[in-house]
């Protein structure tokens, strides 16, 4: 279409698309495609799914788009684009085969096989779950809310149409019958002199506990950890909650030590991602810091040289994402978001797990 050259790093999604307006039936045909996309797909948000400050794709098109200046210079660069589901598939069917030959009777083998395919029958369902349920359900819901937040603000209630989130669904229901009632009798709402402050005190408290920083691990340390999910998905073993112990008393140390999630090596910009919200601060060859990733930030794994979390496990989304991206990536170190300031050189070793703070 020959407009690939309004996709520039850092430029906004708005400013991109009032570009390829103006570049006539190109443009226009591209913003079509766009458009034909995005319904149902961008009803997938930038979390897990379940808050309404995780909004989607939809409602802001800066992480798709963040990620597009770079699949173009790879496909200029005549570097494939696609993800390469043959050479995966053949990985994948290698390593069942691997650890099935690790077992030596029958009914061990039997009973992998059918763990395998019952795998393979119900993982669909879970991803697909996941994208109807949590991600296009819950932005159709809480974007209706925001209708009912964005009539209560017009009516005084609060000043914005997220504020609305600050209320308990009683309250949103309460507030709803005093506005209703009030218009059905003429008489003015009770809601302007009663909500304001409590929206605020709210925010307010909301704004102070987001900025406290939380300790990887509350109470006392167990002495076994044997459940395979905490440990794969999350990275907590026992080895790590001491580390983490450990950590604590060197406050002062360069080294930061996690699970080994994808090996390499890479040294570049840190880049500390406390929220999604922060994600559009990325830059090509940065090292991304964050506390966890969650699969709609796949995107962004095309532009980063090597990736560091708080949390996460060898089977966490950040290593498996990292491991398909040929990234390094070291994962669970439980306080790399303190410990590593943006803007800070770093050395990451995801084959033995340590990040090395530089400068």
């Known amino acids: 279409l020959g407009v690939d050259d309004e996709f520039q790093d850092g430029r906004s999604p708005q400013a991109v698309m009032a570009a390829l307006e103006s570049r006539g039936a190109a443009g226009r045909s591209w913003l079509e495609e766009l458009a034909t996309s995005r319904d149902p797909w961008f009803n997938i948000n930038v979390g897990d799914g379940f808050y309404h400050y995780h909004r989607s794709w939809n409602d802001d098109l800066s992480l798709p788009f963040s990620a597009l200046p770079g699949y173009i210079a790879n496909a200029k660069a005549g570097e494939p684009i696609e993800r390469p589901i043959e050479k995966l598939m053949a990985e994948r069917k290698q390593l069942i085969e691997d650890y099935r030959e690790l077992l030596n009777i029958d009914e061990e083998r039997a009973a992998y096989d059918q763990m395998i395919a019952l795998a393979h029958r119900v993982f669909p369902y879970v991803e697909g779950h996941k994208f109807y349920c949590e991600h296009w359900y819950t932005n159709l819901f809480f974007n209706k809310i925001r209708e009912f937040g964005a009539l209560l603000a017009e009516h005084g209630f609060f000043e914005d149409a997220e504020d609305v989130f600050q209320l308990t669904h009683y309250e949103i229901e309460a507030a709803i019958i005093d506005l ?3 218009w059905s009798n003429g008489s003015p709402p009770r809601g302007p002199a009663r909500w304001p402050a409590i929206v605020e005190e709210r925010k307010a408290a909301i704004k102070e506990w987001a900025e406290h920083e939380t300790p990887p691990a509350l109470g006392p340390v ?3 950890i044997d459940d395979p999910a905490i440990v794969l998905l999350w990275g907590i073993t026992r080895e790590r909650l001491d580390a983490w112990l450990a950590a604590g008393s060197q406050a002062d140390s360069s080294e930061i030590r996690g699970f080994a999630a994808s090996s390499g090596v890479a040294e570049g910009v840190a880049r500390v991602v406390k929220s999604v919200e922060e994600i559009d601060r990325l830059r090509y060859g940065d090292i991304l810091v964050c506390r966890v990733t969650n699969p709609t930030w796949a995107p962004i794994f095309q532009k980063i ?11 966490s989304h950040a290593a498996i994402v990292a491991r398909e991206y040929g990234l390094p990536a070291v994962v669970g170190t439980g306080t790399a978001t303190q410990k590593i300031k943006d803007g800070q050189r770093i050395r990451v070793d995801g084959g033995r797990g340590v990040v090395t703070i530089l400068e």
């Open 222 to 224: 167990p002495e076994v």
């Open 180 to 182: 209703m009632t009030a």
């Open 305 to 315: 040289a090597a990736a560091v979390s708080d949390i996460g496990g060898s089977m």
